[in-house]
């Protein structure tokens, strides 16, 4: 069952007045998605030695959001 686009945007104005300051994230890898992540975690940490590890992290998950939000943008878009 596809959901109504209008309805699907009220939901997300009514979650977005209700975005927390803060998140915190605990998640375990495992497989391809763990050797991922270290593969890049190792190239940042080489190619940026002024950042640590929890600013690594942070890049790469802020990384992902922002190209998943470019997908859902382009989708919409083309609609």
């Known amino acids: 069952m596809k959901t109504n686009p209008q309805e699907l945007l009220n939901k997300i104005n009514v979650e977005l007045q209700n975005a927390p300051e803060e998140i915190a994230i605990n998640t375990i890898l495992t497989g391809i998605g763990a050797k991922k992540y ?3 975690k190792t190239i940042l940490s080489a190619s940026n030695p ?3 590890e ?3 992290c942070k890049y790469i998950i802020r990384s992902g ?3 998943e939000m470019e ?9």
């Open 38 to 40: 270290h593969l890049m």
């Open 50 to 52: 002024e950042l640590d």
């Open 54 to 56: 929890e600013d690594i």
């Open 65 to 67: 959001i922002e190209r």
């Open 71 to 79: 997908k859902i943008s382009n989708i919409w878009q083309n609609e």
